[in-house]
């Protein structure tokens, strides 16, 4: 049985998330904690203790409200409800780094899609932080058949094979293609060596090359290519950190039309 961590904010994106996680996992076979983080910045004064009761009380109901929700629509689905006072990215990343967990899914906010996430959100806290599988699902992204998975890689390969395991898994789960998108400026020729070790997957391979920025490269690639899921691997002062450096473009023109899955090597 999967098991999945799903922060929530009783926001629509959330709860789009927590539907999403469980149409991809599959409700009977997937446990799903459903995790809401409050709390105020102290406790040194009675007033902020009554606002964290406060907070608690109107988190539970919202809560109560939100799985009977759910459950009217996925009645098979086994939905473990979490309230915690805590910091939300060190709570999150807690929870995910425990071992507990095969994935963390979260929504992203505002029409922007990803773009948001890498800008200071809780959800860009938890990417850079925890080694655990994260998967972000874009505002009012609803779930649809994952024929093809695209997987970005740039002129760093990563290390370790397994480090693919919860790709394959979403892969096998969906009996979905796997597209090998190669990101650089030239040919690098360890990509064959990601090739030899995927094999068993049969995946395909297509070569974006050109302009050297990375982002872009992506981004026009994914709005004339719309697979169902995108699965970056992040590593350090690699790939995926050039991906999401600080320039304007990334924040003015990188917007993911579909879920991405982030593994970490």
Same mark, same amino acid.
């Given at each position: ?91 999150? =990343? ?29 959800? &860009? ?31 760093? =390969? ?53 302009? &050297? ?53």
């Amino acid at each position: 049985m999967d098991k999945i961590l799903v922060p929530v904010d009783f926001s629509d994106t959330s709860s789009n998330a927590l539907r999403y996680a469980i149409e991809l996992f599959g409700a009977s076979a997937t446990e799903i904690t459903v995790l809401h983080i409050y709390g105020t910045t102290s406790n040194a004064a009675l007033l902020m203790k009554n606002i964290d009761g406060v907070l608690e009380n109107d988190a539970k109901q919202k809560m109560n409200e939100l799985l009977e929700q759910i459950e009217k629509e996925y009645p098979a689905a086994v939905l473990k409800p979490t309230i915690i006072k805590n910091s939300a990215v060190s709570a999150i =990343v807690a929870l995910g780094d425990s071992g507990n967990f095969d994935y963390i899914v979260m929504g992203t906010k505002g029409a922007s899609g990803l773009k948001e996430v890498f800008m200071g959100s809780v959800a &860009g806290g938890v990417i850079s932080k925890t080694s655990a599988p994260v998967l972000v699902v874009p505002t009012g992204h609803s779930f649809r058949k994952l024929d093809e998975i695209v997987l970005a890689v740039g002129e760093r =390969v990563f290390s370790d094979k397994e480090i693919l395991a919860p790709l394959r898994r979403i892969l096998t789960l969906h009996q979905s293609k796997l597209k090998v998108l190669h990101i650089a400026e030239k040919e690098h020729p360890d990509i064959k060596n990601v090739l030899d070790d995927i094999q068993d997957l049969n995946p395909s391979i297509e070569y974006a090359f050109g302009t &050297g920025n990375t982002h872009r490269d992506l981004n026009d690639y994914l709005l004339n290519d719309y697979s169902g899921l995108l699965c970056l691997i992040r590593e350090k002062k690699g790939f995926f950190e050039r991906l999401l450096d600080g320039s304007v473009t990334l924040k003015q023109t990188f917007d993911s039309p579909v879920p991405l899955l982030i593994l970490h090597d």
